[in-house]
C-alpha cells in the first residue's frame, strides 16, 4: 500500500541519514557518535554505506580534517531541518512546551549564561531550561530550542539569529604581572607576556592583531581546552589572553584583569539562533530576556 509514495529510488536508510546530519553537523564522527549514542566507527559505516546507495561522495579530504563535498552541503540543510521538525513534533505530543532545550558553547554557558539564568527562572518560574554543551563549531543541535553562540555578521544574517551582545575582542592581563607599569610600558609587557590560546579558538591572537595592528612578541604559548580556561588562567596571573568582551566584561570591570590596549570591535555578536517549528511562549520570553541582559552590559572599553 505504500509502494507508490517513494517514486523513483528508494530513499536511503534513515540511520545512515541521521548518522550523515550529526557527522556534518558537529564536524566529528566521534561528536555524532555521542549524540547518538553509537561508536565513532558506526557512524562513519554509516556514511559510507549512505555514499555508495546515493552514488555520490559527501565528505573529502584527509581522515583527520574531513570536510563536506558540494553534494554534502547541499544535504545537509534540508536533514537538519527535517530532523529538527521531527523533534519539535515529538515534543509538542508530549505536552514539552514549557521545556526550553538552549544549546551553548562551554565558555559561554559557564562564564555569562549560567550565573545569569537564576534570574531568568525568577521571571519564568513556569519554563525548565535545559542546557547542552554545543560542539565549538556547530550552529545548530538535534532538539535544541535555541541556539546561543558567537557568529559573525554574515552567519547571523543566513541563520536568522537575534543578536544579544555586539562583539568585541581584547587581550587582558592580571594586575600582578604588571606591577606598576602603565600606559605604553604596560602595553609593551602584556606583548611580551605568555600567550594564552584556548583550541577551540586558535586563531585569537590573529584576529586581534588584524582588526588592532598591534602583534604579540610573547617566545612562549600556552594552550589550553577552552576560552573559560584561557580566562581563568589569565586571572591567575599564568599569561595574557585575547578574550571576547562578553566573557571578559565582568572581570575587567572589577579589575581582576587589565586591558590596556581595550577592545576592538567586529562585526559578529553573541546572537540566539532559533530551533525548528514554530517558535513557543518559552523561546520567545528566552529570547527577549537574552537580548535584554545584552543590553545591561557596560559596553567594552575602546582602544587608546
Known sequence: MFQNLTPGAALPSLNALRAFEAMARTGSATLAGAELNVTHSAVSRQVKALEAQMGVRLFEGPRHALKLTPAGRDLLPGLTAAFDGIAAAVAGARGEGQDLHVAVNASLSVKWLIPRLADFGRLHPEVRVHLVELPPHAVSHRGADVVLRLLDAERIKTLKAERIIPN?????????????????????????????????????????????????????????????????????????????????????????????????????????????????????????????????????????
Not at 583550541?199 to 595592528?213: C, I, P, V
Open 168 to 304: 568585541a575582542v581584547g587581550p587582558v592581563i592580571a594586575p600582578s604581572l604588571m606591577g606598576p607599569l602603565t600606559g605604553d610600558d604596560a602595553r609593551a609587557a602584556l606583548l611580551d607576556a605568555p600567550r594564552l590560546v584556548a583550541r577551540t579558538h586558535l586563531s585569537g591572537w590573529k584576529d586581534w592583531a588584524e582588526l588592532s595592528g598591534h602583534r604579540s612578541t610573547a617566545t612562549s604559548e600556552r594552550p589550553v581546552a577552552h576560552l573559560h580556561f584561557a580566562l581563568d588562567a589569565a586571572l591567575s596571573g599564568w599569561g595574557a589572553a585575547v578574550l571576547p568582551w562578553a566573557l571578559a566584561s565582568e572581570a575587567v570591570a572589577d579589575g581582576r584583569l587589565l586591558a590596556p590596549f581595550g577592545f576592538n570591535a567586529d562585526d559578529g555578536a553573541v546572537a540566539a539562533i532559533p530551533g525548528a517549528g514554530e517558535p513557543s511562549r518559552a523561546r520567545r520570553a528566552l529570547v527577549r530576556w537574552l537580548v535584554d541582559q545584552g543590553r545591561v552590559m557596560p559596553p567594552a572599553p575602546s582602544p587608546p
